[in-house]
């Protein structure tokens, strides 16, 4: 049985930083992709990032390139997102979700994902 758990989520303040977690189990192609996904209150669920097992691409939305950073721990099964100068717009709940093979040109899209977390709520606020 496939599971992804995050963690890692909380209230910070702007310009704080928080790491996020996705610790996956029971998914064992060779190759597989993590997508870092987020879903604002009243808006559609977003691509943010992704990392491929096989050569180690990472790959960002704009809106987030130097600020958020993914990780993979291949010995734990973990991916990380490490989120700095948080603002008030990233305020979401984020999710971690598996892709077969890398993450192509079509990272961004929820269709590419086959498997999902439940979610870790982020807060940006003073």
């Known amino acids: 049985q496939v599971q992804l758990v995050e963690s890692g989520g909380g209230l910070v303040q702007p310009g704080g930083s928080l790491r996020l977690s996705c610790v996956v189990s029971g998914f064992t192609p060779p190759y597989y992709g993590i997508g870092w996904f987020r879903q604002a209150p009243g808006k559609e669920r977003e691509g943010i990032s992704c990392?491929?097992?096989?050569?180690?691409?990472?790959v960002y939305v704009d809106s987030v390139k130097g600020r958020f950073t993914i990780s993979r721990d291949k010995s734990k099964n973990t991916v990380y997102l490490q989120m700095n100068s948080l603002k008030p717009e990233d305020t979401a709940v984020y999710y971690c979700?598996?892709?077969?093979?890398?993450?192509?040109?079509?990272?961004?899209?929820?269709?590419?994902?086959?498997?999902w977390g439940q979610g870790t709520e982020v807060t940006v606020s003073s």
């Open positions: 990392s491929s097992s096989d050569d180690g691409t990472t």
């Open positions: 979700a598996t892709v077969r093979g890398f993450c192509d040109a079509r990272w961004r899209s929820i269709l590419r994902y086959d498997y």
